[in-house]
């Protein structure tokens, strides 16, 4: 296993803060539709350390599930239905967890659906934000000219040739991706 590079941590580090600032703001956002605005101190103190330890049990789940693998370059299908499995699995997690531990004043039903639909909207938003702007995707580029120019640029810079396109003369120019 080789050690990430600083760019690569940086990387992780902020998948990791977003995805705690869209829970918390998840959380903010569902406590003010479920007791109104503006949120009394009483309500975020009951809410704040069962969440706390709701948050790690999420945090644990992404990381189990591997979203937090930097390969992943769209919100594909693939990837889609491992965010719903692992939200389903946080879902189930986070049920038992309120509903068997006698430790907790509250047992929220219809606000922990509340907070999963909104979690799940702000996650998918903020992931399709990150790997829309911020991945790279892949460089094209388009040379034209006589095939033995082109080769020999290609071979300068390391290129591979991926098609021709051909012109009105029949001759072929390439396209490299």
């Given at each position: 296993?080789?050690?990430?590079?600083?760019?690569?941590?940086?990387?992780?580090?902020?998948?990791?803060?977003?995805?705690?600032?869209?829970?918390?703001?998840?959380?903010?956002?569902?406590?003010?539709?479920?007791?109104?605005?503006?949120?009394?101190?009483?309500?975020?103190?009951?809410?704040?350390?069962?969440?706390?330890?709701?948050?790690?049990?999420?945090?644990?789940?992404?990381?189990?599930?591997?979203?937090?693998?930097?390969?992943?370059?769209s919100l594909s299908l693939f990837l889609l239905q491992k965010i719903l499995v692992v939200f389903l699995l946080w879902m189930l997690l986070t049920f038992s967890f309120f509903y068997f531990s006698p430790w907790f004043v509250i047992t929220p039903k219809l606000f922990l659906l509340l907070h999963v639909s909104l979690l799940l909207s702000g996650f998918l938003f903020y992931r399709w934000i990150l790997l829309k702007f911020i991945s790279p995707g892949p460089l094209r580029w388009a040379f034209m000219g006589s095939p033995k120019q082109i080769q020999e640029l290609?071979?300068?810079?390391?290129?591979?040739?991926?098609?021709?396109?051909?012109?009105?003369?029949g001759e072929k120019f390439p396209l490299l991706r």
């Open positions: 296993m080789t050690t990430p590079t600083p760019l690569k941590r940086f990387q992780l580090l902020f998948l990791l803060m977003g995805d705690i600032a869209v829970f918390v703001l998840s959380l903010r956002a569902g406590l003010w539709i479920r007791y109104g605005y503006p949120l009394s101190p009483e309500i975020w103190e009951i809410h704040r350390i069962p969440y706390f330890l709701v948050l790690l049990i999420f945090l644990f789940c992404i990381s189990l599930g591997d979203l937090y693998n930097l390969r992943h370059r290609l071979s300068v810079k390391g290129y591979q040739l991926q098609f021709y396109v051909a012109a009105l003369t």
